[in-house]
């Protein structure tokens, strides 16, 4: 495994998945970034725990954490950088293959890979509502410290 090669080339398709969504223009080293470490946590997780579904969690996990930090940084929806950082993770190719092998008729190495493409795409979308609703827990929290200072205070 090449880790520059793959974090270059991740970062590479978020930005450039941020250019064609429109991102704007001061945010698309940020989309790359996101995507990136969305990625690198894919594979690391992969490598150590082999299981596709688990580590497309985790990894979508990351790229909604670095998202929000992002949308904090530059005052922008959280969407900006999650909507490109999430493209490297998508199960493109086995989709593909589940279509290719419908066509072809092997409707069971299809089934595979279909359930397998299901399965992450579920994984991609628990792991980005996980994040989301642990950065709401934190925010959360932080008003309440906010308000809590802000009474003693006037008091």
């Keep these: 495994m090449n880790w520059p090669l793959e974090a270059f080339l991740s970062f590479l398709a978020a930005g450039a998945f941020g250019v ?3 991102a704007p223009r001061r945010t698309l080293i ?6 990136m470490s969305g990625w690198l946590i894919y594979r690391a997780y992969f490598l ?3 299981d596709s579904v688990q580590a497309t969690f985790a990894g ?7 998202a929000h930090i992002l949308a904090k940084k530059f005052k922008m929806p959280m969407i900006v950088f999650s909507v490109a950082g999430i493209i490297p993770l998508v199960p493109g190719s086995k989709a593909y293959n589940a279509m290719r092998n ?9 089934m595979a890979f ?3 493409a299901l399965m992450v ?9 996980f994040a989301e609703v642990l950065m709401q827990m934190v925010f959360k929290r932080q008003a309440k410290r906010i308000q809590k200072k802000i ?4 008091n």
């Design 151 to 154: 009474g003693m205070t006037q």
């Design 30 to 35: 940020s989309c790359g970034l996101v995507g």
């Design 20 to 22: 064609v969504f429109n």
């Design 114 to 116: 279909a359930a397998d």
């Design 121 to 129: 795409s579920g994984a991609i979308a628990m792991g980005l509502v």
């Design 102 to 110: 419908i066509v072809e008729n092997n409707y069971l190495e299809a």
């Design 60 to 66: 979508a996990f990351a790229v909604a954490l670095v």
């Design 48 to 50: 150590a725990f082999d």
